[in-house]
C-alpha cells in the first residue's frame, strides 16, 4: 500500500431504503485528482446489483417520496450553489424544483408527496440581521457572535430559514427571522414542520430548541422544548402524537455528556426521557478517516412500539431499538462495527452504511425478523490487492485500576512503533477501518491506538474523567497505552514515534515536552496556545469548559496561560513535524505557526507541513491533492525519523512521491 492508494478507495454514504424496501438510493464517492475534488453521485441497490442512478459529480441528500415514485436530492453547481432536484424512482432526466442557495439542508417529502420542505440559506429582516457582507469586497459588518464556523467558513449574513416548495409551484419561506434552522420533518397530517432552531439564544451559545410551525401558515413558531439543549433532526410518530430526537437538555456540545433520546408529545405534557441515565452515547462516537460522520435521524418502528438509533458502547456503534414506553431496549445489529448511516423502511427493513477493521465501508439490509444480508462490496477489489492488518486488541489497566482499551496493527517483527492519539477530546477510535494506520503498517510502521479516559463509548463518567486534568489523567493513561503496546510487541524503546490530529495534536505537543519516550512526532491541527485559541476559535466557550478554567477575560487568561502546551516547547527534544491547514476555524493556523516559530528560535528540530484551502476535517474531506501530500508527509516523516527509510531532506523531501505511485499522483 502507498499513499496515493486511498484515490482508489469508494466510499458509500447515506443509505435509503425505498418505502416498500425495493431498492436503496445512496451517495457513491471517488476522489478525482486530476480536477483536485470529491466526486458524488447517487448509485441505487436493486435485485442484488449496484448502478449509477445519476449522472452528476456533486450529488447528495437522497429522498424518496412517501409513495416511493420519485427521489429528491441536492446538486451542487460549478459555483457551489445547491440546487434541489426530483428525478423519477426509475431513472430518467432530473428538474430542478428549487435553487439556487448559498446553502441547503437535505429534503423532506409531505405525505401526498406534492411538496418538499428544506432549511436554505435567505436573508432575514434587516432588523433581524447580525452580520452584513458587502459581496463585491469581501467585508463583513459583525455585530455578534457567531460568525463564522470551521464547516461553513466565514458567514454572509443569511441564516438557514424553512422552505417549502410545490413540486409545479413557487417557493415560499414558512418560517423566517433571527435563527438558524435545521432539517424540517413533516407531521403525518401534513400540516405541520418540526425543526431544531436558536431563536433568542444567548450570544456564544451553541443552544437550540425543538419548534414547530405550520406548513401553510403564518410562519408563527411553537417552541416545543425548553431547555436550551443540542439537539438533532426530530422525527414524527407515524400516529403524530410525539416527535423522537437525541439531544442533551444543555448546550454541552463536546461530548463530556452523553445524549439522551426524547419523546416529546404534541398534545401537552413535558419531554421524557427514554434514557435518562445517559449510560451510553447515543449517536455515532467512533472516529475514521474516510468520511466525515453525522447520526442519522430517529425511526420509528411499525405500529409506533420501538424508536431506533445509533448507540456508540466500546469502540463499537450499533442500531438499537428502545420501547416506547422506556421499558426496555433491544439491539438490532453491529457487532464489531461501527454503522454510520441508516434509514427505515415502512415494513421496518433498515438499510445501513458500516465499516470494520477491515472493511472501508459497505451497504447491509436488516429485514424485520432480524435476517441481516449484506450487498456487494464496492471496495472488494481493492481490498483484495490491499488485504488489511487486523489489528490485535487489549484492555490494558491504568495506575487506579481503569481498564482502557487499545488496538495494536503489527508491522513486520522488527519494525517500529507510532502512537496515535485521537481528537476531541471525546471522540473514540473503535471498530472501524482507518486508512492512516493500514499504510503506515503496511509501510513498515506498527501502529498503537486506543481510547484513554476522556474518550466517548466507556459511558459519561470515563468521557468526563478528564474535566480540568488535561495533561494530567489524559497523559498517564495515554503512557500507560504507550507501554503495554511495547511489552504485546517487544518493540525497540528507541523506536517509537506519536502522531496525532486536534486534542490528539495538542496531546503531541504535550507529550514531547513532559517525556523522553518517544524519538519523533507528527502534531497536527493542534491546539498549542489555550489564550490565544479562547479568543479566534469558532467555539470560544469550549477550552474554558474542558479545562475547568476561570473564563478567559476573568484573570486575564493566566489559567489557560499556564497549561498550554507551548509553554513546555524548551524542553521538547524529539524532532517535530507540524501540520496545519490555513482555512482551520476550529483550531486557527496560528496555533501550528506559533509553535514552529517557538522550535526554530529554540534551535529545535521542527518542520512545517502549511496547507491551504481546507479546514479542520482535511484528513476527512480536503482535497485530493492534500490529502495526498498528507498522507505521503506523515509516512516520510515517521519513517525518516524510526530508521525506516533515509531520504535526502531537501526542501519539499516531504512531499515527494513513493516508487510505485502512478505518474498521475506524482
Request: aromatic share 8%; hydrophobic share 40%; glycine share 10%.
Amino acid at each position: 500500500m502507498l499513499p496515493s492508494d486511498f484515490l482508489g478507495l469508494i466510499c458509500v454514504e447515506d443509505p435509503q431504503i425505498a418505502p416498500d424496501a425495493s431498492a436503496i438510493v445512496y451517495v457513491r464517492v471517488r476522489q478525482n485528482l486530476a480536477e483536485n475534488r470529491t466526486e458524488r453521485s447517487l448509485w441505487r441497490a436493486r435485485d442484488g446489483k449496484l448502478e449509477a442512478f445519476t449522472q452528476g459529480i456533486a450529488d447528495r441528500a437522497p429522498r424518496w417520496s412517501p409513495n416511493g415514485r420519485a427521489i429528491a436530492f441536492l446538486r451542487t453547481d460549478p459555483e457551489k450553489k445547491t440546487h434541489l432536484f426530483a428525478i423519477p424512482a426509475d431513472g430518467g432526466e432530473p428538474r430542478e424544483v428549487a435553487g439556487p442557495f448559498g446553502r441547503c439542508g437535505a429534503p423532506a417529502w409531505s405525505p401526498d408527496g406534492s411538496r418538499i420542505a428544506f432549511a436554505a440559506a435567505a436573508l432575514p429582516d434587516s432588523a433581524d440581521a447580525g452580520l452584513v457582507f458587502d459581496e463585491p469586497s469581501g467585508a463583513r459588518h459583525i455585530l455578534r457572535l457567531p460568525y463564522k464556523s470551521d464547516a461553513l467558513g466565514l458567514f454572509d449574513g443569511k441564516r438557514m430559514q424553512i422552505h417549502v416548495a410545490q413540486l409545479d409551484g413557487p417557493v415560499r419561506v414558512v418560517a423566517k427571522g433571527a435563527f438558524e434552522a435545521g432539517t424540517p420533518a413533516w407531521s403525518p397530517d401534513g400540516k405541520r414542520l418540526a425543526f431544531v432552531a436558536n431563536p433568542g439564544v444567548v450570544e456564544g451559545s451553541f443552544a437550540n430548541d425543538v419548534y414547530a410551525v405550520d406548513a401553510d401558515g403564518d410562519g408563527t413558531l411553537q417552541r416545543l422544548t425548553a431547555m436550551n439543549g443540542l439537539f438533532g433532526t426530530p422525527a414524527f410518530s407515524r400516529d403524530g402524537n410525539e416527535l423522537a430526537v437525541l439531544g442533551n437538555d444543555t448546550d454541552e456540545f463536546a461530548g463530556r455528556r452523553n445524549q439522551q433520546l426524547w419523546c416529546i408529545p404534541l398534545r401537552g405534557g413535558a419531554p421524557r426521557s427514554l434514557t435518562p441515565a445517559r449510560r451510553l452515547y447515543l449517536g455515532d462516537g467512533i472516529i475514521a478517516d474516510l468520511r466525515v460522520h453525522e447520526n442519522a435521524n430517529p425511526y420509528w418502528s411499525p405500529g409506533d412500539r420501538e424508536i431506533v438509533v445509533q448507540r456508540s458502547q466500546e469502540g463499537v456503534c450499533e442500531l438499537i431499538a428502545y420501547a416506547r414506553d422506556g421499558s426496555s431496549e433491544r439491539r438490532i445489529t453491529g457487532a464489531d462495527s461501527e454503522i454510520y448511516a441508516f434509514s427505515g423502511a415502512r415494513d421496518g427493513t433498515l438499510a445501513f452504511a458500516a465499516t470494520t477493521l477491515g472493511d472501508p465501508g459497505s451497504l447491509h439490509v436488516v429485514a424485520p425478523d432480524g435476517a441481516l444480508s449484506h450487498l456487494p462490496n464496492e471496495n472488494a477489489e481493492w481490498l483484495a490487492a490491499h488485504p488489511p492488518v487486523v489489528p490485535e486488541r487489549s484492555r490494558p489497566h491504568a495506575a487506579d485500576g481503569t481498564e482502557l482499551d487499545l488496538w495494536l496493527l503489527r508491522a513486520n517483527p522488527d519494525a517500529a512503533l507510532v502512537h496515535a492519539i485521537h481528537g476531541g477530546p471525546h471522540g473514540a477510535y473503535g471498530c472501524a477501518y482507518f486508512f492512516e494506520f493500514q499504510l503506515l503498517a503496511a509501510m513498515g510502521l506498527s501502529v498503537a491506538y486506543g481510547n484513554p479516559r476522556g474518550s466517548q463509548t466507556y459511558g459519561e463518567a470515563y468521557a468526563d474523567a478528564i474535566t480540568g486534568r488535561w495533561g494530567e489523567l489524559d497523559a498517564a493513561d495515554l503512557l500507560t497505552m504507550r507501554e503495554a503496546a511495547v511489552r504485546a510487541g517487544g518493540f525497540d524503546r528507541s523506536r517509537i514515534g506519536v502522531e496525532g490530529g486536534s486534542y490528539g495534536g495538542l496531546m503531541t505537543t504535550w507529550l514531547l515536552g513532559h517525556d523522553r519516550g518517544y524519538r519523533c512526532g507528527v502534531s497536527m491541527r493542534a491546539v498549542n496556545d489555550y489564550v490565544s485559541f479562547a479568543g479566534a476559535s469558532d467555539i470560544p466557550n469550549f477550552i474554558e469548559r474542558e479545562l475547568a478554567a476561570p473564563s478567559w477575560g476573568d484573570d486575564g487568561g493566566r489559567r489557560l496561560f499556564e497549561l498550554s502546551p507551548i509553554r513546555a516547547a524548551a524542553a521538547i527534544e524529539a524532532p517535530l513535524l507540524i501540520v496545519h491547514s490555513d482555512r482551520d476555524l476550529r483550531c486557527p493556523i496560528d496555533q501550528g505557526e506559533q509553535l514552529f516559530q517557538r522550535l526554530r528560535l529554540l534551535g529545535k528540530t521542527a518542520e512545517f507541513v502549511r496547507f491551504t484551502g481546507d479546514g479542520h476535517d482535511l484528513s476527512r474531506s480536503g482535497s485530493p491533492r492534500n490529502r495526498l501530500l498528507r498522507y505521503r508527509a506523515l509516512a516520510h516523516w515517521l519513517r525518516a525519523h524510526l530508521g525506516v527509510e533515509d531520504p535526502k531532506r531537501d526542501a519539499g523531501w516531504l512531499f515527494a512521491p513513493y516508487e510505485g505511485e502512478p505518474e498521475a499522483a506524482t
